[in-house]
């Protein structure tokens, strides 16, 4: 047996959310990761994400390749849609899935060796395609599942648990994602779920493709002292550009910040971004601006995290292909087999 089934009991007056769910709802089977591990606390992230959002459990799909990262979406949302594709290809999963119903909220979790390493190429087409989906990479440097080699974004310098040393430039997934033209990019870090939620809410929320690479030390390989992905090394560099306040279409907007500390960036769905400025001057809307920072702050050994890109004027593969708004699985026979004589007229257009 690979997983471990929760018991049903819960607390009678836990809170409920609008679909009157609690976050009990939202929990998947029990993790049998290591104790400690940073993925864990993503799962955690996830499953407080979902019950804020009052998003219905059947209406989500949680996409997933191989790896420590790609086991965990069997660790939440238990009552969701779940594929577990082959190693490096949930990108194309997830694009076929996304192509056939857009009605669903497609959740992508991967690993830096599933998405950087064997992935690379799926993932560079699903965020120049803008496939409409939340695509978060749990970035722990190493591959955990076949016990701690460097993946694609360790970086040079860093060391092994035995102390091989690493020569191999990295590959800083947030810049290579702009670079691809995803239109949401974010990065944090495992050990902060302040900062994690509200960006993954904001990021479900996103229309197209939006990526997040989230720092989540291995603690069986890659958490000591010649690692830059540990706990230490990322609290101690860590340096966020912003915080995000999350707020609903409904929720009245107030401010009381002073002109210049807040940015405010309209969701496709109504809702609003407000991005409170840590960091002076930090555009999230200025993509060259937000390269030059990274870069720079990257070179000094800093952690830049944060919304480090949003763009919300262009839409998602789908209105680029206009594809069938109607899910496939909703069609009729007629609509889905449309007969020889349109067959006919579609191979006379080609000719
Ligand atoms: C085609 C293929 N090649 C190699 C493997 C072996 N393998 C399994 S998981 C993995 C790396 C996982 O690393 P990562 O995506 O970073 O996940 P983590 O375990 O670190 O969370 C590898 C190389 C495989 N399962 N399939
Ligand atoms: S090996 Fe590393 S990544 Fe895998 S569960 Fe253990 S701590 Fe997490
Ligand atoms: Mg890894």
């Given at each position: ?160 648990k035995k102390g091989v040393g ?180 579609i191979n006379a257009a080609l000719?």
């Amino acid at each position: 047996m690979t997983y471990l089934v929760k018991p049903k009991f819960k607390h009678p007056n836990l809170p409920t959310n609008r679909l009157g769910l609690t976050h009990r709802d939202y929990e998947g089977s029990v993790s049998t990761l290591c104790a400690g591990c940073g993925h864990d606390s993503i799962s955690s992230a996830l499953i407080q994400a979902c019950f804020e959002l009052d998003l219905p459990p059947h209406r989500v799909a949680k996409m997933s390749g191989i790896g420590c990262s790609s086991k965990t979406p069997t660790y939440f949302l238990g009552q969701s849609h779940g594929f577990n594709s082959v190693h490096g290809r949930m990108p194309s999963v997830a694009t076929g899935a996304n192509l056939a119903n857009r009605d669903l909220v497609y959740l992508g979790v991967s690993g830096d060796g599933d998405s950087a390493s064997i992935g690379l190429g799926q993932l560079a087409h699903c965020l120049r395609r803008g496939v409409n989906m939340t695509y978060i990479v749990e970035n722990n440097g190493v591959y955990g599942l076949t016990k701690g080699q460097f993946s694609a974004t360790a970086d040079a310098g860093s060391t092994s648990k035995k102390g091989v040393g690493n020569n191999d430039q990295p590959i800083d997934l947030v810049s290579m994602a702009i670079i691809l033209g995803a239109t949401f990019v974010a990065r944090s870090f495992s050990g902060d779920k302040g900062q994690l939620v509200p960006l993954i809410k904001a990021a479900i929320r996103h229309r197209g493709v939006a990526f997040l690479d989230v720092i989540s030390p291995c603690v069986a390989f890659n958490n000591h002292s010649g690692s830059t992905k540990s706990f230490d090394y990322v609290r101690e560099h860590n340096d966020a550009v912003n915080a995000i306040d999350w707020i609903e279409g409904r929720d009245e907007i107030v401010t009381d910040y002073a002109p210049g500390m807040v940015e405010d960036v309209a969701q496709h769905d109504g809702s609003v971004l407000r991005l409170r400025k840590l960091a002076d001057n930090y555009d999230a809307t200025d993509k060259l601006g937000a390269m030059n920072f990274i870069q720079r702050h990257q070179a000094a050994g800093e952690v830049v995290t944060g919304l480090l890109y949003v763009n919300e004027e262009t839409g998602d593969l789908n209105d680029r292909l206009n594809t069938a708004e109607t899910a496939f699985n909703a069609l009729g026979k007629a609509e889905l087999c449309p007969g020889s004589a349109k067959l006919a007229a579609i191979n006379a257009a080609l000719r």
